[in-house]
């Protein structure tokens, strides 16, 4: 027999893992020490920048036993439905979904080590678990869950054979770890509905879930136990009660509404299971951002957030840095289709073309050109053939820097983060939606106060002493930051506010829990910037079109627009 030497590849792996790793991270560092922030909006293939996504293991569910408790049959004695459900275990259906096979899997791994009698049924039929299993997975409906999604068992009234018992003691194990892994958010792949859904949901092992299940005494109060304890889950999960029971005479818009609650509670078990003490909650629907202290609002700001075509993803991060007075790198997104455009119809580079265009186009935008760390002449440039994702274009402070004053860090496969603006009338209108996908606060000079007096101890003279002279300050403690897409929110009197789908991702949301197309409507979304007239409210004089210094043609770049 010949034995490989599995040692030796497995170091030689993990080397080759450690220099890839290694490189990353230099690209990385690179890049920030060029002081590029580069904000692409989410993209639809593969960031080169992202290391490839570790598969861990699914965590154990809680409240599974440190050892075994079955010991009711003899030693060597195998419950008879128990080794009947082994042997039907082993034949799995060809046509089950990835999560149907997990729990499927994970029901094998179960009963392969349990060694008392079957959970669910006996000689008498269903045991109390079982019945206790079966109330609590009928009541589906009342936590925005599809009782129809459950193959729920029944016995023939009478004494049931071995085989009956063992096909029903297979289908309620597999319905209660169904039923725990949609109580969790694994009804549909976040990311699958839409690229703009960065989350994973915390989904229990089906092995440890089903040990933790047999082991209760109150199963359906364990299984009621895996739904979101965020207290907005519960408000909305009323609301849906009262929704269903009211249902008026204006069914369809009732149906809408009820859809569109159901979808709510169903992102809701996407987020993070604890937001955190103190936490950062931006609302792209609102178009707000808000700090929560100890459940408590403390701090209520306007923000703007990504076009429609160039969306702020949803995702949960921790922020790490505050940046007064930050340099800005144009993003890759804006290089291609806004600036490279302006950069060859000016001509500048090579030769055959103008001397002066190209260094008049990024003085204009107060840009400077560098590639690989050192400065580049832009006029030194053949721009009608060069590449332009190849260079970096650097904003440096100042006043009219794009990123304001301040901007908020929290490091993220996106590239998207929090900072201020030079262009305040964008904050006049009620839908602000302009951004290529960094959320612009109206205050953030404020809300680094907020941040800082927290993690820092600091009043607002030590905030202005940085707002004077610049510096990055990195936070003793992680902020945890969420982004979230929720058009239903309950509010502390218990009304229920509908927030505009500025996206449409509603119905994306319906269709994939519901297995078929869902259409509901999204008001539209006003993506004009604010006028003169809303400037002038604002007490403003609003920006003029600006044309290019090299060519006097209209510039759609416009001064940049941001992140």
């Avoid at 169904?178 to 976040?190: I, N």
């Avoid at 199963?219 to 609301?239: C, G, I, N, S, W």
Wanted: glycine share 10%; charged share 20%; with cysteine.
């Amino acid at each position: 027999m010949v034995r490989w030497p599995f040692p030796a590849i497995a170091l030689a792996m993990l080397m080759l893992g450690g220099l890839a790793g290694q490189a990353w991270c230099q690209t990385t560092t690179a890049a920030a020490a060029r002081g590029v922030d580069l904000d692409p909006g989410p993209s639809t293939g593969p960031d080169p920048l992202t290391p490839p996504e570790i598969n861990t293991p699914p965590p154990a569910a809680p409240g599974v036993p440190t050892r075994p408790t079955e010991t009711t049959k003899p030693a060597g004695e195998i419950d008879p439905i128990v080794a009947l459900v082994r042997q039907r275990l082993t034949a799995a259906p060809s046509n089950a979904s990835s999560g149907d096979r997990d729990d499927r899997a994970g029901l094998v791994a179960f009963y392969a080590q349990h060694a008392g009698e079957a959970v669910w049924t006996g000689k008498d039929g269903f045991t109390t678990r079982a019945t206790q299993a079966l109330g609590e997975i009928r009541k589906a409906e009342d936590w925005g869950l599809k009782v129809s999604a459950f193959d729920l068992p029944a016995l023939p009234e009478g004494p049931a054979t071995t085989e009956t018992l063992a096909d029903a003691e297979i289908k309620l194990g597999l319905a209660v770890l169904k039923y725990g892994r949609h109580a969790r958010g694994g009804r549909a792949d976040p990311p699958s509905i839409h690229r703009i859904f960065d989350q994973k949901p915390t989904i229990y092992d089906p092995k440890t879930l089903m040990l933790a299940v047999a082991a209760s005494d109150a199963v359906d109060a364990y299984l009621r136990d895996l739904h979101p304890k965020h207290p907005q889950f519960e408000r909305l999960r009323q609301a849906l009660l009262a929704a269903r029971a009211a249902k008026s005479e204006e069914a369809a818009k009732s149906t809408e509404n009820i859809q569109r609650l159901v979808v709510n509670l169903e992102r809701w078990r996407w987020m993070p299971p604890n937001l955190g003490a103190f936490y950062v909650w931006d609302s792209v629907p609102e178009q707000m951002t808000m700090v929560f202290k100890d459940g408590k609002q403390v701090l209520s700001e306007k923000i703007v957030v990504g076009k429609p075509s160039s969306p702020t993803p949803v995702f949960s991060a921790d922020m790490l840095l505050v940046i007064f007075h930050p340099s800005w790198g144009v993003p890759p997104g804006m290089k291609v289709y806004e600036l490279g455009p302006q950069l060859k119809a000016a001509g500048g580079g090579g030769w055959f073309f103008s001397s002066s265009g190209a260094s008049a186009v990024l003085r204009g935008h107060g840009l400077l050109l560098s590639r690989g760390g050192h400065p580049v002449d832009p006029d030194s440039v053949n721009w009608s053939t060069a590449d332009v994702r190849s260079y970096d274009f650097t904003q440096p402070p100042g006043p009219k820097n794009l990123l304001g004053i301040v901007k908020f860090r929290f490091p993220n496969k996106h590239d998207v983060y929090m900072h201020d603006t030079p262009e305040r009338h964008l904050f006049g209108g009620a839908t602000r939606v302009f951004s290529h996908g960094c959320m612009r606060v109206q205050n953030p000079v404020r809300l680094a106060e907020v941040l800082l007096e927290h993690d820092k101890g600091w009043g607002t003279d030590k905030v202005q002493e940085y707002v004077r002279r610049g510096g990055e300050i990195k936070l003793t403690t992680p902020i945890p930051v969420h982004i979230t897409y929720f058009t239903a929110v309950v509010d502390d009197d218990g009304k229920l506010h509908y927030r505009p789908d500025v996206y449409g991702l509603d119905g994306r949301v319906a269709s994939a829990l519901e297995g078929r197309a869902v259409h509901l409507v999204a008001a539209a979304t006003d993506t004009r910037e604010p006028t003169a007239k809303a400037e002038r409210a604002a007490g403003k004089k609003a920006p003029a079109a600006k044309k290019s210094a090299a060519s006097g043609w209209f510039n759609p770049f416009t001064g940049l627009s941001g992140n």
